[in-house]
């Protein structure tokens, strides 16, 4: 069993910062690629930024240069800091998680989700 749980989300204005945390839990054994996605109200998810066991980021064209995704491998977490924020920015975020399990398949994982909204 794998779980996956978000922290971190809340309010904040235009310009200001967030940070969200994800921490993986259970019995696997390893944690490959982790991501954040995000869905606004009355849109499809979309991928926001991901990073591989080696720490490689990789951003969507919406967030470069104001966010930045980082991961402990130690801690199998992975956190999400926000900069500049705007108001589309506002959504729903999951972070999702690939990992081995004891059986040696590969399955994605989810967390329930942490709400961000950007708002003056």
């Known amino acids: 069993q794998v779980q996956v749980a978000e922290s971190g989300g809340g309010s904040v204005q235009p310009g200001g910062s967030l940070t969200l945390s994800c921490v993986v839990s259970?019995?696997?054994?390893?944690?490959?690629?982790m991501s954040w996605y995000r869905q606004a109200a009355g849109k499809q998810r979309e991928l926001v930024a991901d990073i591989t066991s080696t720490g490689t980021p990789a951003y969507a064209d919406s967030v470069k240069g104001r966010f930045i995704i980082s991961r402990d491998n130690a801690k199998n977490t992975v956190s999400l800091h926000m900069n500049n924020l705007k108001s589309e920015d506002s959504a729903v975020y999951y972070c999702?998680?690939?990992?081995?399990?004891?059986?040696?398949?590969?399955?994605?994982?989810w967390g329930r989700g942490t709400q961000v909204t950007v708002s003056s």
């Open positions: 999702n998680v690939r990992a081995l399990d004891t059986d040696y398949w590969s399955f994605d994982f």
């Open positions: 259970g019995t696997f054994l390893r944690v490959d690629n």
